[in-house]
């Protein structure tokens, strides 16, 4: 896989997200790196609506397979979701499984009228029908399964994007 300049390709985002951006527009975040790259598209975009945060630990669909997150955080949406357009964020896509949690309790919240996905990468092999509005990088090839393509951030704030091992599944007890 080629390197990735993880700050041009959100530079990249926020111009392809800017033209449908309205006053009514809201940014919700997925933890880890989906809120990071939220919080800064919000900045740069100007976004009026508070910035909303969702852990999906609870969500997940293999919770009970491997239990919860080690350090699960607060979810926040500070606004009426009830008919707002709402862009979703994550750092990368892969299953579709992540997104799927989020819109899952996005709802617990209300209705919203539009959702849509913006994304930094696109790892390919979706197990769900989830595709996001808004993609930086959309890899040419799908990474193997052993392999997590990682968001991170240093203590400057800026982005860098990983390739690590997977780590195994915990054995069920």
């Not at 390919?124 to 968001?151: D, F, K, M, V, W």
Request: hydrophobic share 45%; net charge negative.
């Amino acid at each position: 896989m080629q390197a990735l300049d993880a700050e041009a390709l959100c530079r990249q985002l926020a111009e392809q997200i800017r033209p449908h951006a309205t006053p009514a527009t809201a940014l919700v975040g997925i933890y880890t790196g989906g809120l990071w790259l939220a919080e800064r598209l919000h900045a740069e975009l100007g976004i009026a609506q508070p910035l909303g945060a969702i852990d999906v630990s609870f969500y997940r669909d293999d919770y009970a397979s491997k239990g919860l997150h080690a350090r699960p955080q607060r979810t926040g949406i500070a606004f009426n979701v009830d008919g707002a357009h709402v862009i979703l964020v994550d750092d990368v896509l892969y299953t579709g499984r992540t997104t799927r949690a989020a819109l899952n309790e996005l709802f617990d919240f209300g209705r919203p009228a539009a959702v849509e996905l913006a994304v930094l990468v696109d790892r390919g092999s979706r197990e769900l029908p989830i595709a996001a509005r808004y993609c930086a990088h959309t890899l040419a090839t799908p990474l193997p399964r052993e392999q997590n393509l990682e968001l991170l951030r240093d203590d400057a704030g800026r982005f860098t994007l990983k390739l690590t091992q997977a780590q195994p599944a915990p054995a069920n007890r």
